[in-house]
């Protein structure tokens, strides 16, 4: 799998270094309200699961399930929500975990309708984050990483459902994304 990578940007190291940053400053500043994450499956699956063990409160998890990607290297801005039901989160101070930032569509779409289930507060957080410019403008209260706008996988984050359990994040070879399309 490795191999498939252009280069890799960040080792398993750089990662969890970074996640203990991230982690204190959430942990910081929650240490007064009951926080309630939101992953958005798959993509953040790994990056949840290292993240939440750094954070030493007590808190809630839930997650939403969507497709914006439809298994290829391009966003169509189409978003679907995969569950019938939103988790609970009335008057609760949630947190979004997503792997990725890149147009915006994804999370602007799940901001606004957990929105409509009022809670109390709403902040996102994000282990990387595209540099461009976003097709729907959506702020990261929290951002692992920034990165350049190149197709990426590893560490949660897929391309067309492969290297999910890379341990670092790299740039895919350009000739993969477009052999399959
Ligand atoms: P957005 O809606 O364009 O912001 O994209 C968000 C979703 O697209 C992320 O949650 C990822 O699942 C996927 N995505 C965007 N860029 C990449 C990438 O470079 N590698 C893998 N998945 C990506
Ligand atoms: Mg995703």
Redesign the pocket.
């Known amino acids: 799998m490795q191999a498939d990578l252009e280069r890799i940007l960040f080792d398993e190291t750089t990662i969890l270094r970074r996640l203990d940053e991230i982690a204190a400053q959430i942990s910081n500043d929650y240490r007064d309200r009951e926080l309630t994450v939101i992953a958005?499956l798959n993509?953040?699956l790994v990056f949840m699961s290292d993240l939440m063990r750094r954070i030493p409160l007590p808190l809630r998890l839930d997650c939403l399930s969507v497709v914006?990607?439809h298994g290829q290297?391009e966003?169509t801005?189409e978003?679907i929500f995969k569950q019938v039901a939103l988790p609970d989160v009335v008057d609760r101070h949630i947190l979004i975990l997503?792997?990725?930032?890149?147009?915006?569509?994804?999370?602007?779409?799940i901001r606004e309708k957990l929105e409509t289930a009022k809670p109390r507060s709403i902040r996102v957080c994000v282990l990387?984050q595209?540099r461009k410019e976003?097709?729907r403008p959506?702020d990261a209260d929290y951002v692992g990483f920034e990165i350049e706008d190149?197709?990426?996988?590893g560490y949660g984050?897929?391309?067309m459902e492969r290297y999910r359990n890379l341990p670092c994040i790299g740039v895919?070879r350009k000739e993969l994304i477009t052999q399959s399309n």
């Open positions: 958005v993509g953040s914006s990607y290297a966003t801005g978003v997503d792997d990725i930032l890149d147009s915006g569509h994804t999370l602007a779409a990387l595209k976003r097709a959506v190149e197709f990426v996988v984050l897929d391309f895919l």
